[in-house]
């Protein structure tokens, strides 16, 4: 009897080692591509191999009844459709099992939704210019988008639960439509808060960064109080911790990669809504090496 009780505990142990709150979960890197001309192409992004997520930014005009208009930088120019030369770079990526969104919103550009009716067409043009809907003019091509990213920081802040519940019901029509989105750190975020809470997100990656109260700043404490406030109150599938690839990258927050991968990663893979780190940019990882020096801890 004892020595059955021993037998007991002894799995019930190496149970919760190995499933219990204990265990570290393992993650990915998500990153934005496209607002810089010299960080490479999408193909060269995605065999890095680094990657497990890719944000195409930004399509930064859009809504309040206006003729929407995607900005690549000095990747290519929508207006004279030569950005069409990435739909088989996309479908390259996607073969490599990674997942590729557009980005919508971004820091500079004109955005709102007006309405629900607003919100409703934004969702019919972007199915049918870049998930699986028919439109003459895609400015990406023939390939199919995994989803479609919420980086809202301007304009109104109303409506965008909308845009996610339409978006989200294409996937009735066949290829399932995957969410992400980029709210700052300081809950509830002003634009994407009531979007988050509809529950329909897939991946939330984050901003620990320009946002002084949560992020790293020398200490770890407000970055880990923040982070367990994202992964116990926000109904999101995984949330991930964005970052500037470096110091250049973002006014304030970036974190020395040693930092990262020995003081914070070992706290926040606790979590089982871990899904990874996000880097803003491209551009900025291929200049500082930062997603090299951390993915073996990722
Ligand atoms: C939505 O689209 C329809 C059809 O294209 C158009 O008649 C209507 O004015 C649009 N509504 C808004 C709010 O842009
Ligand atoms: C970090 O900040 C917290 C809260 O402000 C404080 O209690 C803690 O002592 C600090 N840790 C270090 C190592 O300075």
């Given at each position: 009897m004892a020595q059955n009780s021993h037998t007991m505990l002894s799995l019930t142990l190496l149970f919760l080692t190995f499933f219990g709150t204990s265990h570290a979960h393992a993650g990915g890197i998500a990153i934005y591509w496209g607002q810089n001309g010299n960080e490479g192409t999408l193909s060269e992004a995605c065999a890095t191999k680094k990657y497990t997520h890719v944000n195409i930014a930004f399509l930064n005009k859009f809504g309040?009844?206006?003729?929407?208009?995607?900005?690549?930088?000095?990747?290519?120019?929508?207006?004279t459709n030569?950005?069409?030369?990435?739909?088989?770079?996309?479908k390259d990526c996607q073969s490599k099992g990674i997942k590729v969104l557009l980005?919508?919103?971004?820091?500079?550009?004109?955005?709102?939704?007006?309405?629900?009716e607003d919100a409703k067409n934004v969702s019919t043009f972007l199915y049918n210019t870049f998930l699986g809907g028919k439109s003459s003019s895609r400015p990406l091509g023939d390939a199919i988008l995994d989803g479609i990213d919420f980086d809202i920081e301007l304009g109104s802040t109303q409506n965008w639960q909308y845009l996610a519940r339409f978006l989200k019901g294409y996937s009735r029509f066949g290829k399932k439509v995957y969410l992400g989105a980029a709210p700052q750190c300081p809950i509830p975020d002003k634009f994407l808060g009531s979007a988050l809470n509809t529950g329909l997100f897939d991946f939330v990656w984050v901003q620990f960064y320009n946002n002084?109260?949560?992020q790293y700043n020398g200490n770890i404490t407000?970055?880990?109080?923040?982070?367990?406030?994202?992964?116990?109150?926000?109904?999101a599938r995984k949330i991930f911790l964005g970052l500037p690839a470096a110091t250049e990258a973002a006014g304030s927050g970036f974190i020395p990669a040693n930092v990262l991968t020995s003081e914070i990663l070992p706290i926040i893979k606790k979590s089982r809504k871990y899904g990874g780190v996000m880097l803003w940019s491209r551009f900025y990882d291929v200049q500082n090496g930062y997603s090299t020096s951390?993915?073996?801890?990722v």
């Open positions: 309040n009844g206006q003729t929407p208009e995607m900005n690549l930088a000095g990747h290519c120019n929508p207006s030569s950005c069409t030369k990435f739909s088989s770079e996309i980005s919508i919103g971004g820091g500079i550009g004109s955005y709102s939704l007006a309405s629900i002084p109260p949560c407000n970055l880990v109080n923040s982070w367990n406030k994202w992964t116990t109150n926000i109904p951390i993915i073996g801890s």
